[in-house]
């Protein structure tokens, strides 16, 4: 049952659960991706009753808004693997 709650929240539009779909059935196979799925919304029905909350989605962009640095370091890794010298200089701030 909990399979098919997945299969129906990644059909959803501006919620987490369809970027975390698509971020992993990349990697790892769409079975196992939307098993990912179905654990977060069964971790998220654990704390709603655990601590009597209601539900705030994270959002479409919540995985992209993690963490700055690490996604340079995660990125520049990757070049770095692919046998590019990389060099960052950030932007200089908008007026």
Not at 14 to 27: E, G, K, M, N, V
Not at 51 to 74: P, Q
Request: with cysteine; aromatic share 8%.
């Amino acid at each position: 049952m909990l399979i098919q709650c997945a299969w129906a929240a990644i059909r959803t539009k501006d919620s987490c659960f369809p970027a975390q779909f698509y971020r992993l059935r990349a990697t790892m196979g769409p079975k196992k991706a939307i098993c990912v799925v179905t654990a977060s919304i069964l971790t998220t029905i654990y704390h709603m009753l655990k601590n009597g909350t209601t539900y705030t989605d994270l959002g479409a962009d919540h995985f992209d808004r993690r963490s700055k640095d690490a996604k340079v370091k995660r990125l520049m890794a990757q070049l770095t693997k692919m046998g590019l010298r990389v060099e960052i200089t950030p932007l200089p701030a908008a007026a």
